[in-house]
């Protein structure tokens, strides 16, 4: 269906979490092709971390409809829904399991939505796993031209097609340019639910976060939450950093701060995190920004991905004045585009969508994997989402056209308040057991 001026674009975004949601439609309104309005509706696929009403105001986006869905409801609303773009961002496994949906569902259709997909941001473990995951779909975002480097590695080193592979850059990136210093000076640390994950180093984060605010009583210190307690996000919090505080004594310069990004780094003047996708968002603006060596730099706190940036230190050194200055040549890499070229970073996207979409059909979505190369795999994964090997509902799934009853509601939100509760209280109890 080729885009015009006076044709608008029907296009459906798949998430599983706030931070998917807000990557995924703001994705679907960058890659929309020139000359083109979109109506997009949206659709959060139902488990731990669908985001609650906050959540979602927080994010900033809107959409011409949003319901929550079960995988089996949402391949099932696919095959009556005609889109033109359908853009899914989900961990790993969904995307695997709804490309296997999909292609069931459209067995036999010439026409069909362009499937797009990609990360939410830095791509620092599971590289190969997630990838091959992501594996057919018509368009894998890469957010920057080192992803796109590793992406295609991957795919032609297995023998894929690597062909989907569309470089990019995040879609959130924008604001002002920083400028200058604000009055008060102001310190944002962004912290992260996953990274750390233990209760020693986030109390050590969060000690020197404060003792920084005491050593610069003319700044302002704020520490960025993602979320409350109770609710999640792309990643399980298991220590949040407003239970660690309570009890400490806390400097007037010192508080802790929600809201969207964005608002908060326009009054920045040193980004301070782990390994958070903020420290891009800072770069882009750039705004001053340290990733913190507090810790070491592994793998597993993810801020190793920022080697050769020129933004590792530690809190001693930011206490002592150090000012970060980025390298030009990591930045450029990243996709951060902060020398201007991020309104072109989506024209390839563009224009692979136009050209699929003003051609005469579609081909049929063939993951890499299927029952024959990843028998002890692929169907664990379609099962977890209620699909059979073939990628057809399993009996007993949930059906699209009927809405859930009172009980079913409360059985739902039951389930969902235990599951939080375990994350959140039992899990951590059980492992500090195990470690004794």
């Known amino acids: 269906m080729p885009a015009s001026a006076t044709q608008t674009l029907r296009v459906a975004v798949l998430a599983d979490s706030d931070t998917r949601w807000k990557w995924g439609s703001l994705t679907a309104n960058r890659i929309a092709p020139p000359n083109s309005d979109i109506s997009l509706d949206g659709y959060l696929l139902r488990g731990r971390a669908t985001p609650t009403a906050r959540q979602l105001k927080e994010v900033g986006v809107t959409a011409d409809s949003l319901r929550e869905v079960t995988a089996v409801e949402f391949l099932r609303a696919m095959e009556k829904e005609p889109y033109d773009i359908l853009v899914l961002s989900l961990v790993g496994g969904g995307v695997q399991a709804m490309l296997h949906g999909l292609a069931r569902a459209w067995d036999g259709r010439t026409k069909r939505p362009v499937v797009v997909t990609g990360y939410v941001g830095v791509v620092y473990e599971k590289l190969t796993d997630g990838l091959l995951l992501r594996h057919g779909a018509d368009l894998v975002l890469a957010n920057s031209r080192q992803d796109a480097d590793r992406f295609t590695a991957v795919y032609d080193g297995v023998g894929a ?173 990243q996709g951060v585009a902060a020398e201007g070229s991020y309104e072109t970073a989506f024209d390839a996207a563009r224009e692979r969508i136009a050209e699929l979409l003003a051609g005469d059909g579609m081909p049929a979505l063939t993951p890499y994997y299927t029952p024959e190369t990843a028998p002890g795999y692929l169907p664990g994964i379609l099962a977890r989402h209620h699909l059979g090997p073939d990628g057809t509902p399993l009996p007993g799934a949930p059906a699209a056209d009927k809405a859930p009853g009172p009980v079913r509601q409360i059985v739902r939100r039951a389930a969902r308040g235990a599951y939080r509760h375990g994350v959140q209280r039992v899990a951590p109890v059980i492992r500090r057991m195990g470690e004794l």
Not at 197 to 207: A, V
Request: a negative charge; aromatic letters at 6%; proline letters at 6%.
């Open 161 to 333: 097609d690597s062909s989907a592979v569309t470089e990019v850059a995040l879609p959130f990136l924008g604001g002002d340019a920083y400028t200058g210093e604000h009055d008060p000076y102001t310190v944002v640390f962004a912290v992260q639910p996953s990274v750390p994950d233990n209760r020693r180093d986030r109390d050590h984060l969060l000690n020197r976060a404060i003792q920084h605010a005491r050593f610069h009583p003319n700044r302002e210190v704020l520490l960025k939450l993602r979320s409350k307690p109770g609710e999640h996000t792309t990643h399980i919090e298991e220590l949040p950093y407003q239970k660690l505080v309570q009890g400490k004594d806390l400097p007037a310069n010192f508080s802790l701060v929600y809201g969207h990004m964005g608002d908060v780094l326009d009054r920045t003047d040193l980004l301070v995190t782990i390994s958070s996708t903020a420290a891009l968002e800072s770069l882009h603006r750039r705004i001053p920004t340290v990733v913190l060596t507090d810790l070491g730099i592994r793998e597993g706190l993810g801020n190793h991905h920022f080697v050769g940036s020129g933004c590792l230190a530690s809190w001693d050194q930011l206490d002592a004045g150090y000012k970060p200055v980025p390298d030009a040549e990591w930045v450029a890499r």
